[in-house]
């Protein structure tokens, strides 16, 4: 398997890069001699070899309780552009896909 | 000679507790050794941010306790160093990206915590490849470190600037932080003790994740009592981390003592292969000598998967990676790219200019292994391979092997620029290391011997969650070397 | 396919639903969960997505997600696991969404509700229940040219229903969400408030020939939110689909976002890129493994839901269905009612004092059922008096909320505020009142219009303020009338 320049292009877009085209370049031969080297991983049988995944001992878990936050700075001094009390960013409506108010992407 | 002759953390505490040496002095030299490590030329480029005035009212705090007689933490005015991934109020925590430049954290580590409280005292973050992505420290975005020993060359990576601190006689302890090797490689380059500890045993809460299934914080030191030391401090259960493996914490420096008599020590095939580097072979197989001589049994066994644990490390790291740096967007903290006009750009341009080469060539590589279409062929098969490789030491293990001894990297440090353009020749840079992050068990470089006076690490594992044995090992294999990790071998 | 098009069509539907668990914290982190609070107030480092903060999961909410599961009769995998779904959008404060996938906590349920038309019961079939976070919200209108974010509700734990396609009509789906809103309200699980958010659905929705098994081309309606506005969305969903098909034209596979004030539903814009949510197992949860003794005590206090109680109220009491269904439709309400029942002379007795006397006090006193002080033993006693004929219905009622007033013994009421049946000379009293102040109705009454007692009954209760005894007063008045 082999990469292309429209794959990386692709997967750039999806992973919000902006890439000039001589990084688009250098990184397609870059991926492309790297997933070339991955590729001696085919040789392995992994047949019946379960994916190594999540932790197997239980999850521990916490009880329903407020606590107080634990933020030693308020939001407003680390956020790049602040709002009464909102985190806040340029829209552009042309650009930026409409959304439900209440986002139902969740 | 360098390292050997320099007081350990035991030595130290004794003086400050004898008050011989003041915790007030100790700080100062710190600091002072800092700053003249960057005023030389080249600049060793170790740390990224050194602490300021409040530090001295700790010491002074600390002075007064110990002039009273009180009881104190045990780490109490133990200068000590933090790789710049790991989050700290006071100090910022910038990864050693552009994108996290200036960004201080509201909150701290619980390893963080964990040293104020033991009394430590935090006198800087130390530089690493951007993202702890690298094995050689080139990578940060504020410049390389250089290796104390030689500074034409690398200190290894990613936990390069924690190494360098160490080697270069900075600090007594540090910390690291290692995903596929990240803390032992730059041991082994730069003639330090280094353990990745079995994941689980110590917190990742506040540690910068970069891939949340291998990243594991590690301790370093000048020897194997200190790393002990630091790892009773940091290791433990923590309510903030749902992967933190609630077992009792040994003292583990006071386990140390065994010799290595009876000791059984795995050695796999496949970690001397025939390209290895011959001096590093010879470091190698003189200190395993030594140890049989005293009494251990070496035995040859086999790893069958262990060729293939660099590509199934990076398809499973790249992937994590890809969406733990989803979170770099510009919009809550850190950089935002400057005249941005819609959503869209200020993420697109914040993360392309925010981001180094090697980053976003991990983000591009782990974002394909997980889209639709490839994610069995990439993702799935590297945690498939993963599970073989784990359990190819399990069945070690259970063969009746204590520990399992390996070269810690193919190589002696090498030069600064040497594989930055080769992005596969730095990746095997990590073959003998990635294994242990895969399969989850506890690990640590020593240096066993020197070529061309540059140090060279052998690297020694142990089950999951039996940091005590390993340890010990590490410790008798510490003695069994003795001078000898100080002179070149045959 | 001309020929299929102008046959009859049914619609199909399926609905994705999303529930905010009633927590007080968020699902992992420690912070307050608050509806209305000023922007960013309940955030941390785990809700802001701050580098190097991890999850911890709250049990409360996994134990309301295991509850809402065994109610909806589903297979609950004691062993799932979490995992994460990546896309960017500014709300989403990671970049991914913690969630699950290949994994879900629960599959293969199924819910029974009554079918909108003919009376008959349906079955939607349960695909799958998962845990998962909620983001925060993106407001678009608040500064022009901007997207402002508040971190408030990220990280809200949700449990997401997917239901099969199961439902045919705008009505019966209408039908379906409000049985499972007071089934999760009835369990705790939820608020279930649209208005709010904390109830939110989405569905899919394709037409086919009646009688085709076949699946046409779906689109997806969001943005509804009221049970008013998923039926309007979805019967003009179903139109557009249906005259696209008629005329021959093609359902295009997209999202559509429902504009209530213009009751249309429009594609959304800005869907070209494809959504891949690249899920894979979140490494910082290990598997979320229910022990069985949680799955014992959870399904075994399992309360009997509502329509279940509401069947039972029928079979057992022999309550008309619309008693039933009222005294059901609250926990509150259906515990007094039984309780009252138990002592009571007659179940449909305890019906109408609870539907009457206890709404009425209920709301005249402005509190919920559950806060209002009533003694269900108290009541009954009253019923039974006035079953017996010792009380006027009118003075057993103002027994009762002088009851509920003071929290005394209906004993004690009567004695202190003589509430008693009045007779004798008293009721004599009133009886002849009532007859020489009605001249004509006697009249008619001695005529033969026998049914006029009644009359004089009324008149001699409203005299005495309902204190006479209504059989000694029907006795009393038979005789006067009876002399001529």
């Given amino acids: 398997m082999t990469i292309k320049r429209t794959d990386v292009e692709k997967v750039a877009a999806l992973a919000r890069l902006e890439l000039d085209q001589a990084e688009l370049d250098a990184l397609t031969d870059d991926c492309g001699s790297i997933l070339e080297f991955f590729e001696a991983i085919r040789d392995v049988d992994v047949e019946g070899a379960t994916p190594a995944g999540a932790l197997e001992h239980p999850a521990p878990a916490r009880d329903d309780q407020a606590e107080h936050d634990r933020l030693e700075r308020p939001p407003a001094e680390m956020a790049p552009e602040w709002r009464e009390g909102y985190f806040v960013l340029p829209r552009l409506p042309a650009l930026d896909a409409e959304s439900v108010d209440d986002d139902s992407e969740a | 000679m360098p390292g050997s002759t320099r007081p350990g953390v035991r030595e130290l505490q004794e003086a400050l507790r004898s008050r011989r040496l003041r915790v007030d002095e100790l700080l100062r030299s710190a600091l002072q050794a800092i700053a003249g490590s960057d005023a030389s030329e080249p600049p060793l480029g170790a740390f990224l941010s050194v602490a300021g005035e409040d530090l001295l009212t700790q010491a002074a705090d600390l002075d007064r306790a110990l002039d009273d007689g009180d009881e104190v933490g045990p780490l109490a005015g133990i200068p000590v160093a933090v790789k710049d991934n790991i989050c700290t109020a006071s100090l910022p925590t910038s990864c050693g990206s552009r994108i996290l430049e200036d960004y201080v954290a509201p909150y701290e580590a619980t390893v963080v915590r964990r040293l104020k409280a033991a009394g430590a005292l935090i006198v800087g973050k130390t530089n690493l490849d951007e993202f702890a992505m690298g094995s050689s420290t080139e990578n940060s975005g504020f410049g390389p470190t250089r290796n104390p020993l030689d500074p034409e060359r690398v200190p290894g990576g990613s936990s390069g600037g924690s190494a360098a601190a160490l080697a270069a006689g900075l600090v007594p302890l540090a910390l690291g932080s290692d995903t596929g090797g990240s803390v032992r490689q730059p041991a082994s380059f730069c003639g330090v003790v280094g353990l990745k500890p079995t994941y689980g045993r110590v917190s990742r809460y506040g540690l910068v994740a970069f891939a949340s299934s291998l990243d594991q914080i590690g301790p370093l030191a000048r020897n194997v009592e200190d790393v002990a030391m630091l790892l009773s401090v940091i290791a433990g259960v923590d309510r903030f981390d749902s992967t933190s493996a609630d077992l009792p914490v040994p003292a583990y420096h006071d386990a140390l003592g065994e010799g290595p008599e009876g000791l059984v020590v795995g050695v796999p095939r496949e970690y001397f292969p025939d390209d290895l580097d011959p001096g590093v072979a010879a470091a190698c197989r003189a200190a395993l000598e030594r140890l049989e001589r005293l009494g251990a049994e070496v035995r040859e066994i086999s790893l069958p998967h262990t060729g293939y644990a660099v590509p199934a490390y990076y398809l499973v790291a790249n992937a994590e990676a890809s969406s733990n740096l989803a979170r770099y967007d510009g919009l809550r903290y850190g950089m935002r790219a400057p005249g941005a006009q819609s959503t869209i750009a200020v993420y697109r341009e914040t993360r392309g200019a925010g981001f180094g080469r090697e980053v976003k060539r991990r983000i591009v590589l782990g974002t394909y292994g ?121 | 396919m001309a020929e299929s098009a102008a046959s009859p069509h049914e619609t199909i539907i399926g609905l994705e639903i999303h529930v905010q668990l009633k927590t007080c914290s968020k699902i992992f982190c420690g912070c307050r969960v608050e509806f209305g609070a000023p922007p960013n107030t309940h955030v941390c480092p785990v809700c802001l997505g701050l580098p190097g903060a991890l999850p911890v999961v709250n049990r409360q909410a996994i134990e309301l997600a295991v509850r809402a599961a065994l109610a909806l009769n589903c297979q609950l995998h004691r062993s799932s696991i979490f995992a994460r779904k990546n896309y960017f959008y500014p709300d989403l404060p990671k970049g991914y969404q913690i969630s699950q996938y290949d994994r879900p906590l629960a599959t293969d349920g199924w819910l029974d509700f009554p079918e909108a038309k003919g009376g008959g019961t349906g079955r939607v079939r349960i695909r799958r229940l998962h845990v998962e976070e909620d983001s925060g919200k993106s407001l678009h209108d608040r500064f022009a040219a901007k997207t402002a974010v508040d971190l408030n509700r990220a990280g809200v734990p949700l449990v997401e229903i997917v239901t099969e396609p199961d439902i045919r009509s705008p009505a019966d789906a209408r039908a379906f969400l409000g049985r499972l809103k007071r089934a999760l309200e009835y369990l705790e699980v939820s608020d279930c408030n649209m208005e709010e958010g904390s109830l939110r659905v989405d569905a899919n929705v394709s037409v086919r020939p009646v009688g085709s098994s076949e699946f046409m081309t779906k689109t997806e309606v969001k943005n509804m939110n009221s049970f008013s506005q998923l039926e309007k969305a979805l019967a003009y969903e179903a139109t557009r689909h249906l005259n696209l098909l008629r005329s021959g034209g093609q359902v295009e596979h997209e999202t559509m976002l429902w504009d209530p004030v213009r009751g249309e539903a429009r594609p959304m814009r800005g869907k070209e890129e494809v959504h891949d949510y690249r899920y894979f197992p979140e490494p910082d949860l290990p598997t979320l493994e229910i022990p069985e003794t949680t799955v014992d005590r959870l399904g ?18 022999g309550l008309p269905r619309y008693d039933a269904e009222l005294l059901s439709s609250s926990r509150a ?105 009605n001249p004509a109705e006697v009249e008619r009454y001695r005529g033969g219009e026998e049914k006029l007692l009644a009359f004089f009954i009324g008149q001699v209760m409203r005299k005495s303020q309902g204190k006479a005894d209504p059989a000694q007063a029907r006795q009393a008045l038979m005789e006067y009338l009876g002399r001529s």
């Fill in chain 3, 300 to 317: 075994g206090c399992l309360p009997e839901m509502p329509w279940q109680k509401e069947q039972r109220f029928v079979d057992d009491y």
């Fill in chain 2, 370 to 490: 997980l889209s639709a279409g490839y994610y069995d062929a990439y993702y799935g098969t590297g945690q498939r391979v993963r599970s073989l490789i784990a359990r190819d030491f399990e069945r070690a293990f259970a063969g009746g092997v204590d520990v399992i001894f390996t070269p810690t990297a193919p190589t002696v440090a090498f030069r600064l620029g040497e594989r930055i353009d080769d992005p596969v020749a730095m990746y095997l840079s990590d073959v003998f290391t990635v294994t242990a992050n895969l399969a989850r068990v506890p690990a640590v470089s020593i240096p066993v011997g020197r070529v061309e006076g540059l140090p060279v690490g052998g690297q020694l594992l142990a089950r999951q969650f039996d940091e005590v044995t390993l340890l010990s090992a590490a410790h008798a294999l510490e003695r069994a070397v003795g001078d000898a990790a100080w002179s070149e071998e045959g």
């Fill in chain 3, 333 to 437: 309400l259906a515990d007094l009612f039984e309780a009252v029942a138990r002592s009571a002379p007659d179940p449909k007795e305890a019906s109408n004092w609870v539907m009457g006397e206890v709404l009425a006090a209920a709301n005249d006193l402005g509190l919920p059922v559950e806060r209002l002080d009533v003694d269900p033993e108290g009541l009954a006693e009253v019923i039974g008096l006035v079953a017996e004929g010792r009380l006027s219905h009118g003075l057993g009622k103002q027994l009762f909320r002088r009851m509920i007033e003071t929290g005394k013994s209906a004993e004690r009421v009567m004695e202190e505020e003589d509430l008693r049946l009045a007779g004798g000379a008293e009721l004599e009293a009133w009886v002849r009142e009532a007859i020489d102040g």
